[in-house]
């Protein structure tokens, strides 16, 4: 089973080199801390943007103050979807 961070991978294993990713089949997502995580780990190996953006938005790069801004809010994202610690 594949899932959308696999997508564009697959895709152009099949000859498809243009994936367009619509936000509205991800709402669920912002709450899943899994899928927080594997995003997460993207952002970190520097496989962010996904080749298959790049490739309409060849521009299209993080620059190092963007990558630690996404990463910071998803260990932000991660702390509140994990509730309250308490000493």
Known sequence: QIDNLDFAKVAADHGIFAVEYVNQFFMDKAK??????????QLEQRNMPLR???LLHWQARLSDA??????????????????PTWP
């Open 66 to 83: 963007e990558r630690d801004l996404l990463l910071a809010w998803i260990d932000e994202e991660i702390d509140l979807l994990s509730g």
């Open 52 to 54: 298959s953006y790049l």
């Open 32 to 41: 899943d801390e899994a899928y927080l995580g594997e995003m997460k780990k």
